[in-house]
């Protein structure tokens, strides 16, 4: 399994980027996903998550302002970025869970620096 995360870059404080998470495999669909982010010196935290059947569940610090997606169809999970503020600034990864006997898998992050 390879979850290839990207969209990330400069980005200036208001802007509204969409990570993109493309995953292989062909049972996508089967899989909740999520976003987590890292910034620098701190640990690695929970941005939001979607279920299998399209739930969605977000950090209370992105409320609002993010909004997780998918599109099955095309084995990609989404991050639509609005109002970024320069806290936001992080490596963002993508997560697929386990579920089953099948291991969680990471994506490669993708950074996102926003400029005030």
């Known amino acids: 399994v390879q979850l290839q995360a990207s969209g990330g870059g400069l980005v200036q404080a208001g802007g509204s980027p969409r990570l993109s998470c493309a995953a292989s495999g062909r049972t996508f669909s089967s899989y909740d996903m999520g976003w987590f982010r890292q910034a620098p010196g701190k640990e690695r935290e929970w941005v939001a998550s979607?279920?299998?059947?399209?739930?969605?569940n977000h950090a209370d610090s992105v409320k609002g302002r993010f909004a997780i997606s998918r599109d099955n169809a095309k084995s990609t999970l989404y991050l639509q970025m609005n109002s970024l503020k320069p806290e936001d600034t992080a490596v963002y990864y993508c997560r697929r869970y386990a579920l089953n006997r099948d291991r969680d898998y990471w994506g490669q992050g993708t950074l996102v620096t926003v400029s005030s």
């Open positions: 979607i279920t299998s059947g399209g739930s969605t």
